[in-house]
């Protein structure tokens, strides 16, 4: 399985750092790509338990994606509103379901946020500022190292389970060790790109990455739970779908946008 996670990240780190450095449009249409492909197997999970409109989940987790080119902050509320409302009037009026109507539209609006929203906070995140790529890096090789670090000590070492009831591989060593590789790495990549972040602001942001980024990865386990599946998908050897390895960067994507936003506003000193 390590082998596997390895192999994979050979090629696909390369891949996205390439796509990160070289700009849009093409960073946009690969956060896209990846943000479809993870929306249907989330729709496909949640078929397992009522009936999403998964095409109209599509649409819209796409256009929250490209939303930061649209004016984020006017199109969003526009993009929340319209998702609630049409699929309501669909599943009344057109599909005219009774049976699990209710279930069938949470499930819908649910993947047009847990992949759609939070992952566009990573294209905003881009094109934040000047330095708007250099934080994409630090959300991505953070949360890899501390994805890394967690699964490897956590298979070697691990004994004190985690969250036994939403997964039972998961364990205190390995997040621990997460929490580890996050504090190094992230002051590592700040200081490489020169952010403007102090030691001590670039070691809470690691922190912060990897608490929230494993949270990420419970709250997908939770979500395979809940339908029976053990993993989203097998498009990626040795990580399962492409839920399975964008969980954590789903939620470290949201927690660094908001940090450099207040970063920026004078609030973290």
């Known amino acids: ?3 596997q996670r390895l192999i994979t990240a050979l090629w696909a780190l ?15 249409i690969v956060v896209a790509l990846v943000g479809l492909m993870g929306a249907w197997e989330f729709y496909r999970m949640a078929a397992t338990k009522a009936r999403p409109l998964t095409y109209l989940g599509l649409l819209w987790t796409l256009l929250f994606i490209i939303s930061p080119h649209l004016n984020y902050y006017r199109v969003v509320p526009l993009l929340l509103t319209s998702a609630i409302v049409l699929s309501l009037i669909w599943l009344i009026v057109v599909r005219r379901q009774r049976e699990e109507a209710f279930t069938g539209w949470v499930w819908t609006i649910a993947g047009i946020l847990y992949v759609g929203w939070l992952l566009s906070h990573l294209v905003a995140l881009r094109g934040l500022n000047v330095h708007g790529p250099h934080w994409v890096f630090v959300v991505l090789f953070t949360t890899f190292a501390s994805d890394s670090a967690a699964f490897l000590i956590g298979r070697i070492w691990g004994k004190h389970h985690l969250a036994p009831v939403v997964s039972p591989h998961k364990t205190w060593e390995g997040a621990i060790a997460g929490v580890i590789a996050a504090l190094v790495i992230s002051p590592a990549v700040a200081a490489f790109f020169s952010l403007p972040i102090n030691l001590a602001q670039a070691l809470v942001l690691g922190l912060l990455i990897s608490v ?17 599946l053990k993993d989203s998908g097998n498009i990626m050897p040795g990580h399962g ?6 969980d954590s960067v789903l939620f470290a994507g949201v927690v660094v946008y908001y940090f450099v936003l207040l970063l920026n506003a004078g609030w973290l000193g």
């Open 212 to 228: 929230l980024g494993q949270l990420g990865d419970l709250s997908k386990s939770l979500l395979k739970r809940n339908t029976g």
């Open 14 to 28: 390369p891949l996205v750092t390439v796509v990160v450095w070289f700009g849009e449009p093409w960073f946009t």
């Open 241 to 246: 779908g492409m839920l399975d390895r964008i």
């Open 1 to 3: 399985m390590f082998k």
